[in-house]
């Protein structure tokens, strides 16, 4: 979906009217079914866009936080947080003998760094 591309430069608003529109020129392939020749029972043709559509319905309230509350300066993708979370995971890796409750303490202790 290339309306994915345009929601770390657009607005809020421009987000929602492209992801409407392409709803709107895309209905009838999302709503394209077949039929399974051994039961008879039909099935939507392309689930997985169908579900990457709804999820961006879904967690829309969501997916610009950072633009709702603008005066909060969040940023509008999460790189940097990946980052982090990347680092805390080779460390874990390292550590790969640490029982369940030492992985607690350690994470603990990494994140209050």
């Known amino acids: ?12 608003e421009s987000f929602i009217g492209t992801l409407g529109l392409w709803h709107e020129k895309w209905k009838d392939f999302l709503n394209e079914r077949t039929i399974n020749p051994q039961t008879q029972k039909s099935f939507y043709t392309h689930k997985r866009l169908r579900s990457a559509y709804r999820s ?3 967690n829309l309230p969501w997916l610009f936080t950072w633009y709702d509350y603008i005066e909060l300066d969040i940023p509008n993708t999460t790189n940097a947080i990946d980052g982090h979370f990347a680092d805390l995971k080779n460390k874990l890796r390292n550590h790969n003998g640490l029982s369940l409750k030492r992985k607690k303490k350690f994470i603990d202790g ?3 760094a």
């Open 1 to 12: 979906m290339e309306v994915m591309n345009l929601m770390k430069q657009t607005d809020k």
């Open 110 to 112: 990494f994140l209050k």
């Open 56 to 58: 961006l319905k879904t």
